[in-house]
């Protein structure tokens, strides 16, 4: 059961990577508040779309697409638009963690990562910013991560974008704030996706994971629903260049 925010009802909402792991839970999230959810990514999702129809009532519409093609990614905000009336949420989920050593790191990787972490961001806050004008305001949420906070190794350019994500969060937020346009940034721990189990959990490491934060227990893709339907409400209407961390109490700010 999450909060329930009337004034999400019939809100335009655009997510990236809203098919699958946290970004399938966000959609469950916003169909289930009655908004008009499209999301994209590059994996078809006719089933997960089906799934939410029947689950909600309310079916999003998919876009297929390829975040790091910003041309793509533009024209799927358009489409979206177009079927749902002006994006009034963003939603900037998608990202790829994949693990690698600094010194093996060459170009064409490097600007793959980027692409996909921080340029496609940078882009779709952007492209919506028009819409959110002409709708009297909006709500832009950025998923980073602890990661860069922690000084996490065996990941450099994924911290690197996470760190810039925040930066640009800060600078957007002031920059369009007089137009009642707000921008914040989620920062998850480890969240237990599939992904994540398939890949990169072991144990070892969730135990120690677990230790670091202080609520004992792990974290699973829906407990990053209510944050976001918060930042996504007029319920947090005087927040806004803000990053909320949802790690369990991994790490400290302020």
Not at 7 to 17: C, E, M
Not at 22 to 35: D, M, V, W, Y
Not at 66 to 86: F, M, R, T, V, Y
Request: aromatic share 8%; proline share 3%; glycine share 10%.
């Amino acid at each position: 059961m999450h909060a329930n925010y009337p004034d999400l009802k019939g809100q335009s909402v655009f997510i990236t990577g809203g098919g699958s792991g946290i970004g399938a839970e966000l959609t469950s999230g916003f169909l289930a508040q009655g908004a008009k959810v499209a999301f994209v990514q590059r994996s078809d999702a006719t089933e997960f779309c089906d799934e939410m129809e029947r689950l909600h009532g309310n079916r999003p519409l998919f876009l297929p697409c390829d975040i790091s093609n910003i041309g793509q990614l533009k024209g799927a905000i358009d489409k979206a638009a177009e079927a749902h009336d002006a994006i009034t949420v963003l939603v900037n989920n998608a990202a790829n963690d994949k693990r690698h050593a600094t010194e093996e790191v060459d170009e064409e990787f490097w600007d793959w990562s980027q692409a996909i972490n921080l340029k496609a961001y940078f882009f779709a806050c952007q492209h919506v910013v028009a819409g959110m004008r002409a709708a009297g305001g909006g709500s832009i949420v950025n998923f980073t991560s602890i990661s860069y906070m922690m000084g996490n190794a065996g990941y450099a350019s994924y911290t690197t974008a996470n760190s810039g994500i925040n930066g640009m969060t800060r600078s957007l937020a002031r920059e369009f704030g007089p137009e009642n346009i707000r921008v914040n940034a989620i920062a998850p721990g480890w969240v237990l996706t599939q992904k994540q189990k398939d890949m990169w959990v072991t144990p070892e490491a969730l135990a120690a994971h677990i230790d670091r934060q202080c609520l004992k227990f792990e974290l699973a893709p829906e407990d990053m629903v209510d944050p976001v339907l918060f930042l996504a409400s007029k319920t947090s209407r005087g927040m806004t260049g803000q990053a909320i961390v949802v790690d369990g109490g991994v790490v400290v700010t302020g």
